[in-house]
Structure formats: structure tokens, C-alpha cells
């Protein structure tokens, strides 16, 4: 809550600076990108603590890998489009967007990888053990 | 406060809660009652690490580094496929 309201205020601040330096030529980002970018960065973060708490928290391998292939993913990805808001169309801008397309291409297959590596392993589930 | 210290102030904030994270996660590694759950939390702390990397080059303003998190990613991805591979064969090449 405080953080949104500081950001709020950050980009009031940063409203009025730019009115006052609109006659300089703009070295570096206007103040409402890095706005964004600080937005993003914040909500990967929250969605990496989701993750790893889920792994900390939740009984059985499968559930783990359930908790924190898509949330640490959704996280991850947050944090490249941060990247990408911050860098660009083009150059490392386009490495964050196709950073994100292997992140949603691989993470869920190595979760499978992983789930049927268990499922061999003759792991049980939580509630299926004797 | 001005709007840059804010921004600064930010991501080396999300970056320490995300280092956070990935220390949280070796909880898993040293404690984990089977070895596949050691496997999920490593690929977990690859991919804390390639948000630590993202984080870094947005506060250094260093584009370079959003390529090492793209490299970070594919190594973690190798790393797991392949101890998925060691656990159900035992060999990763026959």
C-alpha cells in the first residue's frame, strides 16, 4: 500500500520536473517509463516470493513444481518486460521479449521433465502413502 | 525524495527480497526429502538468479546484462533437463 502510494508520488514528482526541463533535450528515459519499469519490477518480485514460498510450504514434489514453475515464470517474465519497457523496441529490448518467449517455452517443460523423473522414481503423492 | 533516488531505491529493494528468495530456496536443496525436490529448487534459484541479473541491468542502466539473464536461462533450462534425464536413466549419453 505505502509502496503504490510512493510510486504514485514519484510520478507526481517526476511530472513536474519534466515540465521544468521540457526546453532541455531529454538525456535518459521521460520519468514515467522508469515509473513502469519500477512497477513491473515490483510485481516480478512479489510474484518470486509467491513462488518460493509455495516451494517452502507445500507438502509433496508435485505441488512444489506446481507452485513454482508458473510463478516464478510469471515473475521472471515480469522482470524482462521491465527490459524490455526500459531498453527499447530494439537491441536489448528484443533479447528481453525473446528472453520471455524461452522462458515460457522451457520452464514448463522442465517441470514436466522433472514431475515424470519423480513419478519413476516411484515418489508418492501427498495423501496417496501408506 | 526525489524521483531518481526513488527509482534506485526500488529495484535494489526488489533486487535484495529477490536474492532473498533464491537464499530461501537452498532451504529446499539441503533439507528436501527426495532428490527431485532438489532438482525444482535449483531450477527455481536459476530462475531467482535470472531476475537478480535483470534487476542489476535496469539499476546499472547496463543493457549488456539483460543478454547474460537470456544465457543465465538457458543454462538453468540445460541444468534441469539434464538431471531430469540423470535421475530417470542414470546416464545422461548411452
Known amino acids: 500500500m505505502s509502496l503504490a502510494l510512493?510510486?504514485?508520488?514519484?510520478?507526481?514528482?517526476?511530472?513536474t520536473e519534466?515540465?521544468?526541463?521540457a526546453?532541455?533535450?531529454?538525456?535518459?528515459?521521460?520519468?514515467?517509463?522508469?515509473?513502469?519499469?519500477?512497477?513491473?519490477?515490483?510485481?516480478?518480485?512479489?510474484?518470486l516470493c509467491v513462488g518460493t514460498i509455495g516451494l517452502l510450504r507445500f507438502p509433496d514434489v508435485y505441488n512444489r513444481m506446481h507452485a513454482t514453475?508458473?510463478?516464478?515464470?510469471?515473475?521472471?517474465?515480469?522482470?524482462?518486460?521491465?527490459?524490455?519497457?526500459?531498453?527499447?523496441?530494439?537491441?536489448?529490448?528484443?533479447?528481453?521479449?525473446?528472453g520471455i518467449v524461452f522462458l515460457f517455452v522451457t520452464a514448463p517443460t522442465g517441470a514436466h521433465l522433472i514431475s515424470r523423473a519423480a513419478r519413476k522414481l516411484d515418489v508418492e503423492m501427498y495423501g496417496e502413502e501408506e | 525524495m526525489n524521483a531518481p533516488e526513488l527509482y534506485h531505491l526500488v529495484l535494489v529493494a526488489c533486487g535484495?527480497?529477490?536474492?532473498?528468495?533464491?537464499?530461501?530456496?537452498?532451504?529446499?536443496?539441503?533439507?528436501?526429502?527426495?532428490?527431485?525436490d532438489r532438482a525444482?529448487?535449483?531450477?527455481?534459484?536459476?530462475?531467482?538468479v535470472v531476475g537478480i541479473v535483470v534487476v542489476h541491468a535496469l539499476e546499472a542502466d547496463r543493457s549488456f546484462f539483460v543478454l547474460v539473464a537470456v544465457m543465465l536461462a538457458i543454462v538453468g533450462f540445460v541444468t534441469t533437463v539434464?538431471?531430469?534425464?540423470?535421475?530417470?536413466?542414470?546416464?545422461?549419453?548411452?
Do not use: Q, W
Open chain 1, 6 to 15: 510512493s510510486l504514485g508520488t514519484a510520478v507526481a514528482v517526476a511530472a
Open chain 2, 82 to 94: 539434464v538431471a531430469a534425464k540423470y535421475l530417470t536413466e542414470g546416464a545422461i549419453i548411452e
Open chain 1, 69 to 98: 514453475s508458473k510463478a516464478t515464470t510469471l515473475g521472471a517474465a515480469s522482470m524482462f518486460l521491465a527490459g524490455f519497457v526500459r531498453f527499447g523496441p530494439f537491441g536489448a529490448g528484443l533479447t528481453s521479449l525473446v
Open chain 2, 40 to 48: 525444482v529448487a535449483l531450477d527455481t534459484i536459476s530462475t531467482c
Open chain 1, 23 to 47: 526546453g532541455h533535450a531529454a538525456a535518459g528515459p521521460s520519468a514515467l517509463r522508469l515509473a513502469v519499469v519500477a512497477a513491473l519490477v515490483v510485481v516480478g518480485t512479489f510474484f
Open chain 1, 18 to 21: 519534466g515540465a521544468g526541463e
Open chain 2, 16 to 36: 535484495a527480497i529477490a536474492a532473498l528468495c533464491a537464499l530461501a530456496c537452498t532451504y529446499r536443496v539441503v533439507v528436501g526429502p527426495t532428490v527431485p
